[in-house]
């Protein structure tokens, strides 16, 4: 069983900055895809950034331009840079991972808080 566990999540001042980082019981190259999504306040589980094995990446719009997801090999980890945040930003932040492509299975951290506010 893949465990994931998410660390980095802390309480910052708008316009500060962040790094989470996500660490996997399986090698971070295994999977088809690794990223995180992040769930704030009465809101929808949304993803935030995707990296695949090729090292494709995908963000969503509203974090475009602040927001850049890596993979550190030596530590086996990826980790999401958060600058310039914002106070929509704050939410449980999640870490994901996909292994499969005709059977799927996605595998899910237990998430760390970000908060964002003055």
């Known amino acids: 069983q893949v465990q994931l566990v998410e660390s980095g999540g802390d309480l910052v001042q708008p316009g500060g900055s962040l790094r989470l980082s996500c660490a996997s019981s399986g090698n971070i190259f295994s999977f088809n895809a690794m990223g995180w999504y992040r769930q704030g306040p009465e809101k929808e589980r949304d993803m935030v950034a995707i990296i695949t094995t090729v090292g494709r990446t995908n963000y969503a719009d509203s974090v475009k331009g602040r927001f850049t997801i890596s993979r550190d090999a030596a530590k086996n980890t990826v980790d999401l840079q958060m600058n310039s945040l914002k106070p929509e930003d704050t939410a449980v932040y999640y870490c994901?991972?996909?292994?499969?492509?005709?059977?799927?299975?996605?595998?899910w951290g237990q998430g760390t808080q970000v908060t964002v506010s003055s």
């Open positions: 994901y991972a996909r292994r499969g492509l005709d059977v799927v299975t996605d595998y």
